[in-house]
């Protein structure tokens, strides 16, 4: 039962890809039945393709593997976790996305990656920054140091506005008052003209958010939003990129490490290790059947309210990986206690479990390895 | 269902541990323009130890015979045997010019020690102490701060020229006096921002706690961090140093003739610039060499010393 | 912001007083007094022209003559010229003196800040190397040594431009250069490295996240951030450029209150002197102050808390 998608991609005759007219997408019941058509046909039109993309940075020290080889879909609307620890390449990847990487020294050295029916690789440097912004929005971790300090907040959001959708000034100063307020901060006209600085951390976040979604993009991509942001002003960011995303259909493919928060928020979920997806497939499957030892340390070492105190902090053993040299092993074989031979010689496949859509790179819980069948 | 601890194969370390100064040593090695520099700087510095003996003539000797077998002209370069030519009075250039060298290295490292030796205990006193202290200190490096450099060197060479003061070693002593006294106040607020920051980590408390005395834990603890600053600031101060005993010596008010500050030779020489345009041409390079010298000398200490600010691989 | 500029503004006061004191501390302390020229003068005739300029008068009751006359804007006598005091020699020279000064600054910036802004795009490029070059050679050239290679070339060799005076615009263009020369070079540097400081950080990735054109990156964001830690600069060579201005006036002989200056320092002319010294040092305090407020002004993180 390790069919890939290409050989699930058999027959090319014409399915229908559509929502009936009176169904939104941005509805409970509208994402159920765009599931369904997506299940059933598999090469409908999706909003995001990724098919073998690789990008690597290459230092003195050697070439590092940020992004190995990683392939997945987004469909129009969807929340998409990408989970991992730091350096497992996810922001690297998001970065690749909208061709940002930073040259010197990294580079996308191969792949595909097709946005909304577009092949992004193909475009010229021109064509490329006319979808930045306008169809993908971006939404960074500090927003101390993401927002001009010197420029107001209202110029900052309005520029994409002007520059993407061609507006007045005075329109685009009306819409940056519409999307303040849209992210809640009180006031939002008085406010057009003030600094950064004179905002607090959520509130810039905020103002992030509103600039990243200005000119109503299709896709959101949010690395780490709340991770420089207190806990009790996370929920209230990511209830706030939630219910946009929702509003407005704008899919979002939310970065992050903690999984709780992916938990929350997202309809599937990527894990990512050393530059490789090692687990993909529902929020719902991955959080109860879990089939890598990667995401068992993971969801085992949330720290547990109803946990007795004083039991220890699990954490995952050893070190992480090394980049510049991947081996042919599996790249988790050195710190997994579930270790054997073969995993040390071999790296598994992404192979299918037992749910759609679930899959999962590990020899010991596919079919007739040796953790099968149990958790 | 806990995942059991595994043994760990630990990745092998891949770089060898090094300290500090061994780091910088070998980023500083790798900073062509440094080294160039540095290679320079001690060119100069054997030139103003040795000058006397490796100069080819007396700097003050003045050749007047070959100048009338020439038409009474400063000879040029390659002439009778001078290597760079002579100055009006027959004065080898090349001699004066090891003498220049000389008088600039000597106003250069003894006017950094005058800085060091002022600056460093008026910042660390500022630091340390804090409250009224800091206040005062500050204040006062302020009022000195305010006043043009070069306007209060002038005013105290051309007041106290005259005076035994002013006379002795050449008149040197004046200007390492003169020069030092506006340049110890840069120092001073470096050390007191450095000692500022070092004084809150924890490892003061605890030697406190232990009974250290405050000089000590100054002096063996907080300074030593701060060489690094420290030095970095004493050789990029240097040039200014050079530059100013340069313009003391153009405008006639520096070192005492017949001695041959490269500033003196530049005014000499631009009487003479029709004719003999190598007396202003050498001495030219001179300067621009040890400004040059020092500078990306000091550049290759900051960027060695704290690589974060440079951020290049 | 206020408040910080009315601060600024009292603190002249101590920094001018002391100056004020130093400087006449020093003219007073130096041998030899105001008379001892080349010719000695009969006693009596010193002893009258001491009591005409009030020179027997008691120390303190001199400095306070003194600085009262400055505080009314009176400059006191020249005792050199006996002719003319010494607002009537700044008079006659404040002109040419301000007008080099404002020439050289404005060049400075108008070459210096480019320079640095195209180095820092073209990191590592051609123009970054020539632009650094040729900040080295004016780090490395003294004014006055600048002064007398400009005219060894360009008056001497190329007689494309004069030698001295003020008399026409192409007078202007030699002394202009070789003032801002040191300038030029210490702006393109900061401006430089502070651009590059601004192309790593974060907002830039912003910037290009939203799909703005890479020009207005560099005009709209990058530049003015860059600029901030460079105005700090601008004050020490502001102060720079007041001191440099009459060594070259005496080089190109320029009829500016910095010749006058220079002329006063050889002929030991006190009066001259002291009111000059305190002026100059009064001119850098307040450009000094105008570049502190203007810093505070561009920086919004400043102006607005």
């Known amino acids: 039962m390790t069919l890939t998608d290409d050989q699930n991609r058999a027959s090319e005759e014409p399915v229908v890809t559509e929502l009936p007219e009176n169904v939104s997408i941005a509805t409970e019941e509208g994402r159920k039945l765009a599931e369904q058509l997506a299940d059933a046909a598999p090469h409908a039109k999706r909003l995001l393709e990724v098919r073998n993309l690789s990008t690597q940075f290459f230092t003195k020290d050697g070439t590092v593997h940020a992004v190995d080889d990683v392939s997945f879909e987004l469909d129009y609307g969807e929340t998409l976790g990408l989970v991992g620890e730091s350096g497992c390449g996810k922001s690297v990847t998001a970065l690749s996305l909208v061709r940002l990487v930073p040259y010197p020294p990294g580079r996308i050295v191969s792949g595909e990656i097709i946005f909304d029916g577009i092949d992004v690789m193909k475009l010229s440097n021109e064509e490329m920054r006319l979808l930045r912004g306008k169809k993908i929005g971006f939404i960074f971790q500090d927003p101390l140091t993401s927002l001009n300090p010197t420029l107001p907040i209202g110029f900052q959001i309005a520029e994409s506005a002007r520059i993407h959708l061609g507006v007045s000034r005075k329109a685009a100063a009306d819409r940056a008052v519409e999307l303040l307020s849209k992210v809640g901060i009180p006031r939002a006209r008085e406010r057009l003209g003030d600094y950064p600085h004179q905002f607090s951390g959520g509130m810039r976040q905020r103002v992030m958010i509103a600039i990243a979604l200005a000119c109503d993009p299709m896709l959101l991509l949010a690395d780490e939003p709340t991770t420089a942001l207190d806990v009790t002003i996370q929920a209230q960011i990511l209830e706030l990129i939630r219910s946009l995303s929702e509003e407005f259909g704008t899919a979002v493919i939310l970065i992050t490490h903690d999984l709780g928060i992916a938990a929350g928020m997202c309809h599937r979920v990527n894990v990512m290790y050393a530059g490789r997806i090692v687990e993909t497939g529902k929020v719902d499957d991955i959080f109860e059947h879990p089939q890598m030892p990667y995401a068992w340390g993971l969801l085992g070492s949330l720290p547990r309210i109803d946990e007795e105190r004083g039991t220890r902090l699990r954490t995952i053993e050893g070190m992480p990986p090394d980049l510049i040299n991947p081996g042919p092993e599996c790249r988790f074989s050195p710190r997994c206690a579930y270790v054997h031979d073969k995993c040390r010689e071999v790296e598994p496949e992404l192979s299918s479990r037992a749910e759609p859509g679930h899959r999962a790179r590990c020899w010991a819980t596919e079919p007739g390895g040796w953790l099968n069948g149990s958790q | 269902m806990a995942t059991r601890t595994a043994t760990i194969d630990a990745a092998p370390l891949r770089t060898r541990p090094t300290s500090l100064w061994r780091d910088a040593f070998s980023r500083l090695i790798r900073n062509r323009l440094a080294i160039v520099g540095g290679i320079i700087v001690l060119t100069l510095l054997v030139l103003a130890v040795f000058g006397p003996y490796l100069a080819p003539y007396p700097y003050d000797q003045q050749n007047i015979d070959q100048l009338a077998r020439h038409g009474n002209l400063p000879l040029g370069p390659g002439v009778e045997g001078h290597l760079l030519g002579t100055d009006a009075l027959g004065r080898d250039l090349l001699s004066r010019l090891f003498d220049g060298a000389r008088i600039s290295m000597t106003v250069a490292f003894v006017v950094q020690a005058v800085v060091l030796l002022i600056g460093v205990p008026v910042g660390a006193l500022a630091a340390w102490f804090g409250g009224r202290i800091d206040q005062y200190l500050m204040r006062i490096t302020d009022v000195v701060y305010a006043f043009p450099d070069l306007l209060f060197i002038i005013l105290l060479s051309v007041a106290f020229r005259e005076t035994f003061f002013g006379q002795a070693l050449d008149g040197l002593l004046l200007i390492f006096v003169a020069i030092g006294i506006v340049g110890w106040v840069g120092m001073a607020r470096l050390v007191r921002g450095q000692l500022l920051s070092l004084k809150e980590q924890e490892f003061v408390e605890a030697a406190r706690a232990i009974g250290v005395s405050d000089f000590k834990i100054v002096t063996r603890h907080l300074l030593p961090n701060a060489i690094g600053p420290m030095i970095v600031a004493v050789t990029l101060g240097i040039p200014g140093a050079i530059l100013a005993e340069a313009t003391l010596g153009f405008l006639g008010i520096g070192v005492q003739r017949p001695r041959a500050s490269w500033g003196v030779l530049i005014n000499d020489g631009s009487l003479w610039m029709r004719v003999s345009p190598h007396m202003v041409i050498f001495p030219a390079i001179a300067i621009a060499l040890a400004l040059l010298s020092f500078t990306f000398l000091g550049d290759g200490l900051r960027d060695a010393l704290d690589p974060k600010l440079k951020g290049k691989q | ?305």
């Open chain 3, 1 to 305: 912001m206020l408040g910080y500029i009315v601060r600024r503004v009292l603190w002249l006061i101590p920094v001018l007083f002391v100056v004020s004191v130093i400087t006449f501390a020093m003219m007073h302390a130096a041998p030899g007094g105001p008379w001892a020229r080349d010719k000695k003068l009969p006693a009596n005739v010193v002893a009258a022209l001491n009591h005409k300029y009030g020179l027997d008068d008691p120390i303190p009751v001199q400095y306070l003559t003194w600085a009262g006359n400055l505080l009314r804007g009176d400059l006191g006598p020249s005792y050199q010229y006996i002719d003319r005091s010494v607002n009537d020699i700044v008079a006659q020279g404040i002109g040419v003196t301000a007008q080099l000064g404002i020439m050289a600054f404005l060049l400075s910036i108008a070459v210096g800040i480019p320079l640095g802004v195209i180095a820092a795009l073209r990191h590592n490029g051609l123009p970054d190397y020539s632009a650094t070059f040729v900040s080295m050679l004016g780090i490395a050239t003294p004014s006055f040594i600048l002064a007398e290679l400009l005219i060894l070339v360009f008056s001497v060799q190329l007689h494309w431009f004069p030698t001295g005076g003020w008399r026409t615009p192409a007078n202007w263009v030699l002394p202009t250069i070789a003032l801002s020369g040191f300038e030029i070079a210490q702006i393109a540097r900061y401006t430089r490295a502070s651009m590059l400081e601004v192309t790593r950080r974060d907002y830039v990735r912003t910037a290009q996240s939203k799909g703005l054109r890479e020009r207005t990156i560099v005009v709209v964001h990058m530049i003015r951030n860059a600029l901030i830690p460079v105005v700090t600069v601008l004050g020490p060579l502001l102060a720079f450029l007041v001191t440099g201005s009459f060594i070259i006036e005496t080089i190109f002989n320029l009829p500016g209150i910095g010749r006058f200056y220079v002329l006063g320092i050889a002929q030991r002319d006190y009066g001259l002197i002291m009111a000059m010294t305190v002026l100059y040092a009064a001119a850098v305090a307040v450009l000094n102050l105008v570049v502190d407020v203007l810093y505070a002004y561009i920086d919004p993180r400043i102006r607005y808390s």
